[in-house]
């Protein structure tokens, strides 16, 4: 048993098959790479998550960080009142409040999930100008219990669940906003790139002031506040390139099968694990709704002594974990707001201060308890068998021994 692991290879296709190279090939005869208005590529991928979120607008970053950038902008996070977010998600979408004129508020997590949770949110929303939601690891936010905690606008980080619901209504048409990455780990990969969705024109049309200058600004920017920025914008350029949206498309067609793919490859592990009796408890989902797929966390149910120490004998053995994040609350640009103000000078006049770690023990708790299984997008119930049978045994010789 204790030389038990993983020797099938993991299963996976080429991550741009037939239908991206074809769609790159037709976007380079048509010579034209780069959409300074909305073009026929950056337009298709737009209307692509309009459907695939059923919001009313969907526009095209060129990453996730801009659209986040943009999105706590449009939402009027300001420097005096700050943005609530949890440090479960990535550093990114941390420093984008900073880069959007506010400063971060941390909050904890749910015991039972990843994100961050309601009522921590209600316990700092006075001192607060938005919310920041991250549907982490795939698994959704409890958007209704956010909305329920707060009125301060919402945006979710969508970036690790393209395709989630939650009761069912899709991520990123809860909130104010939802932001998209599309850098190449995700589920919908351009290479790099980013969507902000909204059904709220005004946020729409404040988003597009950040980057998207200047035809696109001339043709769609209504708002009487926004028009004197027409010819202008605001310093920033963010369009995404056009080979980026014709890439993301195709990845978008493909991803319905390939979530399947890794629910049913999930369910497999799940039940082996169960028939093995290992120490796993998994995230409570919700009714009606659907994980996206950035891995898939599960939380170890017994106290792991070396978090570490099992993360690598999970590598030894071959099984495909994901590191958690850092824990970025004891980094120093959060640490020390002379350094953050060197970038973002309203931080030495603003209310922010450093995070400390009692305020955080279900998040705390997460880091030691808590790993991330990437999951197959193919079919590959042999594989999650050997996964289950090598996790079931490292779990018992690291965490049920100590
Ligand atoms: C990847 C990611 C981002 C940043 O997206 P980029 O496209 O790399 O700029 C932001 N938030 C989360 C949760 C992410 O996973």
Redesign the pocket.
């Known amino acids: 048993m204790t030389d038990t692991r993983v020797t099938l290879p993991f299963p996976r296709t080429p991550k741009y098959g037939p239908a991206e190279k074809t769609a790159v090939l037709k976007l380079l005869d048509s010579g034209q790479l780069s959409e300074i208005n909305r073009g026929p590529a950056t337009n298709a991928l737009e209307a692509a998550f309009v459907r695939l979120t059923g919001t009313r607008h969907a526009l095209s ?1 060129n ?6 950038h943009a999105a706590i902008h449009a939402v009027g996070a300001n420097p005096q009142a700050g943005v609530a977010v949890s440090p479960m ?5 941390i420093t ?1 409040i900073f880069q959007a004129g506010s400063y971060p508020v941390f909050c904890d997590i749910e015991p039972d999930s990843p994100n961050i949770a309601a009522t921590s949110v209600a316990g700092v929303a006075d001192a607060c100008s938005a919310v920041l939601a ?3 690891w795939g698994i959704p936010a409890r958007m209704d219990r956010l909305t329920e905690a707060t009125d301060l606008p919402t945006v979710e ?4 669940a393209h395709g989630a619901i939650y009761q069912g209504r899709s991520v990123g048409s809860w909130g104010a906003a939802g ?1 998209f ?3 190449e ?2 589920a919908v990969s351009g290479g ?3 969507i902000l969705t909204t059904s709220d024109r005004e946020v729409y049309e404040r988003a597009l002031t950040l980057g998207h200058h200047p035809a696109r600004l001339a043709t769609e920017l209504t708002l009487p506040e926004l028009r004197p920025l027409a010819d202008t914008g605001a310093a920033y350029k963010y369009r995404m390139p056009a080979l980026s949206a014709v890439i993301a498309r195709e990845q978008l067609r493909s991803l319905p099968d390939r979530m399947l793919a890794a629910e049913h490859n999930l369910a497999v592990l799940r039940t082996a694990l169960e028939e093995f009796d290992a120490p796993v408890a998994w995230p409570a989902l919700g009714e009606l709704s659907v994980r996206g797929w ?1 891995g898939t966390p599960l939380t170890i149910s017994v106290r792991v002594p070396d978090p570490r120490k099992l993360h690598e004998q999970c590598k030894a053995a071959g099984i495909p974990v994901r590191s958690l994040y850092e824990d970025w609350t004891q980094t120093p640009l959060l640490q020390r707001p002379d350094l953050a103000a060197r970038y973002w000078p309203h931080v030495a006049e603003s209310p922010y201060r450093p995070p400390t770690s009692e305020s955080l023990p279900n998040y705390y708790k997460a880091l030691r308890q808590m790993i991330v299984l990437k999951v197959p997008q193919i079919p590959a119930e042999d594989y999650m068998q050997q996964v289950a049978q090598t996790l079931a045994a490292v779990l018992a010789r690291t965490v049920l021994t100590a």
């Open positions: 970053f990453s996730g960080t801009a659209s986040l998600t990535w550093i990114s979408a984008a991250t549907h982490t980080d969508c970036s690790h932001c990455s599309l850098q780990s995700k790099e790139g980013g950035y």
